[in-house]
């Protein structure tokens, strides 16, 4: 990778220690069973709007289920409403993520509203409203001694950096910066952290973010960390070669 386009960052290696409190240990369990059934009780029409138009715009399944780690890196299903058709090339391979998303899809996608499904996961314990994001079962192997401590808790919808005010991007959000902030909740992990946290999803939603929508970020390859550029910054710059060592995550 060309150093050029990677921010000059110390990355820690120091082992975090995992917060146990009476919070984290039950009550937290318990608001995310409340939560997420108040949630899917409420929200029902909604869900069913959505599986309908689903149904119109993508056809089955409207649910894209995925295998993600959780706690303890288990590996679960993770559930999200479609964004993407599953329109092939003539070889029968996905055509590019790009060419298979809708309209409706970005919407999803811009709204948030493709992960509502996850409130499914909370419910049934695989996840947590807040927690680290699943990320791919392919980076299992490619994490440092600190950063596998991510599996600590339950995977969430969402785990941000707080300290961060503006909008996310692949420049401001690189690895090695969502793996800090997921440490910090691992070390940190209370109901008051819980409650910002969730109150900063809200800010973020509604801001609309253009990057879930593009959905154009790099591969995690184990030596990435502070990379800034884009899937699409990569191939303008050294061609598709230069993705050799990249991978797109599959995204429905």
């Not at 138009?53 to 890196?73: N, Q, S, T, W």
């Not at 973020?204 to 699409?232: A, I, P, Q």
Request: proline letters at 5%; aromatic letters at 10%; hydrophobic letters at 35%.
């Amino acid at each position: 990778m060309n150093t050029d386009h990677t921010t000059r960052v110390q990355v820690r290696t120091d082992l975090p220690t995992p917060r146990n409190t009476i919070y984290s240990r039950y009550i937290k369990r318990l608001l995310d069973i409340v939560l997420s059934a108040l949630a899917i009780l409420v929200l029902s029409p909604v869900l069913l709007v959505i599986y309908i138009l689903e149904l119109c715009y993508h056809g089955r399944p409207a649910i894209f289920v995925h295998k993600r780690p959780g706690k303890d890196g288990k590996i679960f299903d993770m559930y999200k409403f479609r964004s993407m058709t599953n329109e092939c090339d003539e070889n029968g391979k996905l055509l590019h993520p790009r060419l298979r998303i809708t309209p409706f899809g970005r919407i999803l996608r811009r709204t948030s509203l493709d992960e509502l499904a996850g409130l499914f996961n909370i419910l049934n314990g695989t996840m947590s409203i807040i927690g680290p994001r699943p990320l791919m079962v392919d980076y299992l192997p490619l994490y440092n001694e600190r950063h596998k401590y991510r599996h600590a808790v339950r995977p969430g919808l969402a785990c941000w950096d707080l300290q961060s005010d503006g909008e996310l991007t692949s420049a401001s959000w690189t690895w090695n910066a969502q793996f800090e902030s997921d440490i910090y909740y691992v070390e940190n992990v209370s109901f008051w952290l819980d409650v910002k946290m969730i109150l900063k999803t809200f800010q973020v939603v509604l801001r609309r973010s253009e990057m879930r929508t593009n959905s154009d970020r790099v591969k995690f390859n184990g030596h990435n960390l502070t990379e800034t550029r884009t899937r699409s910054q990569v191939i303008a710059e050294e061609g598709m070669e230069g993705l050799t060592s990249y991978y797109d995550p599959p995204a429905q």
